[in-house]
C-alpha cells in the first residue's frame, strides 16, 4: 500500500496504509543456521525456538515490500495474506525449520520464510500526533511529531521511553505509544 511522508521544520508525518491485504507475509536479516529436521534437535527451553532457540515471541520487520503470509510453513500452503510495507514489523510467534509464524500488531498474519524478515527492530506508532522530545522527559522539547501509522525504527528503549527514527527525525517517545516492542524491554 502507499504511504506519505512529510516533514515540516519539527513536524514529522509519516503516514502508513498498513500494508496487509488477503492473500501471503515476512522474515530476517540475518540467515538462521543451516536447516536441520526439527525432530533432530534437542528440545528447546521454554519460551525459545526449537529452530533458532532464540526468544519466542521476539520482533522483526519485513524485509522487502512485499512478503506473502502462508497458511502452513511451506510454499505448498495456500497464501492467506501480503504484507506491502518494507519495514513494517511483525512478531514472531513460532518457528519451524525456514519459516516463521508472524503477526501484526491486528493478530493478522501466517507463516513466511525467513529470508523475508529483517533483525532491524522497528516499530509502528499507535497514537495519532504522538510528539517525539529530544530526551526521554514528557517537559522536554518536541523534536517532531508523528501521525498514527507511522513505522519507526527503533533504538534505545528505558523503562517508559523509547527513541525512534523515522522521516529523518528522531526523538523519544512514551513506549506505550508503539507497537513492536515489550512493555518491560529495555534496549542500548
Known amino acids: 500500500m502507499e504511504h506519505g511522508m512529510m516533514i515540516r521544520s519539527v513536524i514529522l508525518g509519516v503516514a ?18 543451516a536447516p536441520e529436521s526439527v525432530a533432530a534437535r534437542p528440545a528447546a527451553p521454554a519460551g525459545r525456538g526449537p529452530v533458532t532457540n532464540l526468544p519466542l515471541p521476539r520482533y522483526v520487520s519485513l524485509k522487502g515490500s512485499e512478503g506473502n503470509a502462508r ?3 511451506s510454499l505448498s500452503h495456500r ?3 501480503v504484507f506491502r510495507h518494507s ?31 529483517s533483525g532491524v527492530r522497528s ?10 522530545k529530544v530526551r526521554p522527559d514528557t517537559k522536554a522539547t518536541v523534536a517532531a511529531v508523528a501521525e498514527a501509522g ?7 528503549c528505558q523503562i517508559d521511553w523509547c527513541q ?3 522521516g529523518g527525525e528522531k526523538g523519544w517517545v512514551p513506549k506505550a505509544a508503539l507497537w513492536g516492542v515489550d512493555p518491560d524491554e529495555i534496549r542500548d
Do not use: C, K
Not at 16 to 33: C, F, H, I, M, R
Not at 96 to 117: I, N
Not at 123 to 132: G, H, K, R
Not at 150 to 156: F, H, P, S, V
Open 123 to 132: 516499530v509502528i506508532v499507535q497514537t495519532d500526533m504522538t510528539e517525539l
Open 150 to 156: 507511522a513505522i519507526a525504527r527503533l533504538g534505545a
Open 16 to 33: 502508513l496504509s498498513v500494508g496487509l491485504s488477503p492473500g501471503g507475509a515476512a522474515a530476517q536479516n540475518a540467515p538462521d543456521p
Open 164 to 166: 525512534i527514527t523515522a
Open 79 to 81: 497464501i492467506d495474506w
Open 87 to 117: 519495514g513494517m514489523p511483525l512478531r514472531i510467534t513460532a518457528e519451524f525449520g525456514h519459516w516463521r509464524r508472524v503477526e501484526d500488531r491486528d493478530g493478522a498474519g501466517g507463516w513466511v520464510h525467513y529470508a523475508l524478515l
Open 71 to 73: 497458511r502452513g510453513p
